[in-house]
């Protein structure tokens, strides 16, 4: 008689621990899944004062347009404000008279655009600045959306590019550190670029300014944080576009309508989502180098925020990798 295989209680032993480890292995990535889920960003939807906007031209709020209806103009520039009582004026001033410049030229005879100033539950005077604006500059169709809670610049970005009117869309920083005029360079990329259905994007880039002495000679902690940034960026595959911070952005209707229905990020790395969305739907990005000089009154903190700039970049491609968050098109058509 043969003695007993000593292999089956060992391969039956062997067997209990896979099916353990497997069955571990999908608790910690159920719970890991749960946590995300858990801690994503979750825009909330309008409240009904949002749905107005203020102006110089009438006592009483007005409508706001929605980005999926037709046209209303050339151009929506869309500007997110946070307490930018004191530089906003000044940004409008220059983007003002570069745009009404360019009305006076014979071939932008017929060309109209319109400002959209994003306040973003601000508690200083940035809307009482605005409108003393619009009254001083009674031919610019200026308008203010109060936003009664604040979102973050994503949040004020994402209000705004929703509610523009214009054929083509830019948002600006309110801080005025990007000449205004360079909207030109982006005007130029872009209709190289363009689709023959419309659609395409051209980002500002300081990228060219890295190796110059205005970057150099920052600060070590600022230096060492933007290039550990751009490694952070790499490692997690965010790739091919030099810039992704600079807050100057021109997009067409149509990508404008694609990227920010779906977007989720409310915060400073907002850009980060926007651009993998446009990435998703094949959007041809050009990227142009702008003018850009550093400009006091900085919001942001450079430790604290870096690190959750960090955190929120991990969510996001986590929540993308994960199927947690999904992109779908708003321009295609639905089935009956």
């Known amino acids: 008689m043969s003695s007993p295989s000593?292999?089956?209680?060992?391969?039956?032993?062997?067997?209990?621990?896979?099916?353990?480890?497997?069955?571990?292995?999908?608790?910690?990535?159920?719970g890991f899944v749960g946590f995300l889920i858990?801690?994503?960003?979750?825009?909330r939807k309008r409240t009904e004062k949002e749905k107005y906007y203020m102006s110089a031209k009438s006592e009483n709020p007005q409508l706001l347009p929605n980005i999926f209806q037709e046209a209303t103009t050339d151009l929506t520039v869309v500007v997110p404000a946070y307490n930018e009582a004191t530089r906003l004026p000044k940004m409008l001033e220059e983007t003002v008279t570069f745009l009404e410049e360019r009305r006076?030229?014979?071939?932008f005879k017929d060309w109209k655009y319109e400002i959209l100033i994003v306040n973003d539950g601000s508690t200083d005077s940035t809307t009482d600045a605005t409108l003393e604006f619009g009254k001083e500059n009674?031919?610019?169709?200026?308008?203010?959306?109060?936003?009664e809670k604040n979102r973050g610049k994503g949040g004020a970005v994402t209000q705004g590019m929703l509610s523009a009117g214009g054929k083509y869309v830019l948002f600006a920083d309110a801080?005025?550190?990007?000449k205004?005029?360079?909207l030109a360079l982006l005007e130029q990329d872009l209709a190289e670029i363009e689709t023959a259905d419309g659609f395409g994007a051209a980002v500002g880039s300081r990228a060219h300014l890295v190796e110059t002495e205005a970057v150099v000679k920052r600060s070590f902690i600022r230096n060492f944080l933007m290039?550990?940034?751009?490694?952070?960026?790499?490692i997690l595959g965010i790739r091919g576009i030099g810039d992704t911070q600079c807050g100057f952005k021109l997009f067409t209707r149509k990508s404008a309508q694609r990227v920010f229905i779906n977007m989720h990020v409310e915060r400073w790395i907002f850009d980060i989502e926007m651009l993998l969305i446009a990435q998703q739907f094949k959007t041809p990005i050009a990227e142009t180098a702008v003018s850009w000089h550093e400009i006091d009154g900085s919001k942001v903190s450079l430790v604290k925020d870096s690190i959750q700039m960090a955190l929120d970049l991990l969510t996001i491609r986590l929540n993308y990798l994960f199927g947690i968050w999904?992109?779908?098109?708003?321009?295609?058509?639905?089935?009956?």
């Open 6 to 30: 000593p292999l089956l209680p060992f391969s039956f032993f062997t067997l209990e621990i896979i099916y353990l480890l497997i069955g571990s292995g999908v608790l910690v990535v159920s």
């Open 38 to 43: 858990a801690v994503a960003p979750r825009p």
């Open 104 to 107: 006076k030229r014979k071939e």
């Open 138 to 147: 009674p031919d610019v169709e200026l308008r203010v959306l109060i936003l």
């Open 175 to 178: 801080d005025g550190a990007t």
């Open 180 to 182: 205004f005029s360079d």
């Open 227 to 234: 290039h550990s940034f751009h490694k952070v960026l790499y």
């Open 326 to 336: 999904t992109v779908n098109d708003p321009l295609k058509p639905k089935r009956d």
